[in-house]
């Protein structure tokens, strides 16, 4: 079994910025990718940003520039750094990994652990 969790949520005004970041622990967990997801109330969850275990970043289209995600492996940890934050981007974000697979992704169904989920709220 293997957990995720997520901190440096909270409120910051629009423009701002927030660092969140995201420990895996439990099991062996070998090479793995890691992602951020979040959901916005009324929408479905979205992909944000994901990073390989190469630390390979790929990036949704509505946050690169403002964005940033990287990784450290001996600490099993990742982070996303977000910048120019706008009202919009309000929505709890979601750590993820894919255990035993390097390669990160966009799809949602291909990440096997999950955290709680960290609330951001930009106000305007």
């Known amino acids: 079994q293997v957990q995720l969790q997520e901190s440096g949520g909270g409120q910051v005004q629009a423009g701002g910025s927030l660092r969140l970041s995201c420990t895996a622990s439990g099991r062996t967990l070998g090479t793995y990718a890691m992602a951020w997801f979040r959901q916005a109330p009324g929408k479905e969850r979205e992909f944000v940003a994901s990073?390989?275990?190469?630390?390979?970043?790929y990036y949704a289209d509505f946050v690169k520039g403002r964005f940033s995600i990287s990784r450290d492996n001996a600490k099993n940890t990742a982070y996303l750094q977000m910048n120019s934050l706008k009202f919009e981007d309000t929505a709890v974000y979601y750590c993820?990994?894919?255990?035993?697979?390097?390669?990160?992704?966009?799809?949602?169904?291909?990440?096997?652990?999950w955290g709680q989920g960290t609330q951001v709220t930009v106000s305007s």
């Open positions: 993820a990994a894919r255990i035993g697979r390097p390669l990160s992704s966009s799809r949602e169904y291909e990440y096997d652990a």
């Open positions: 990073i390989a275990w190469s630390r390979v970043p």
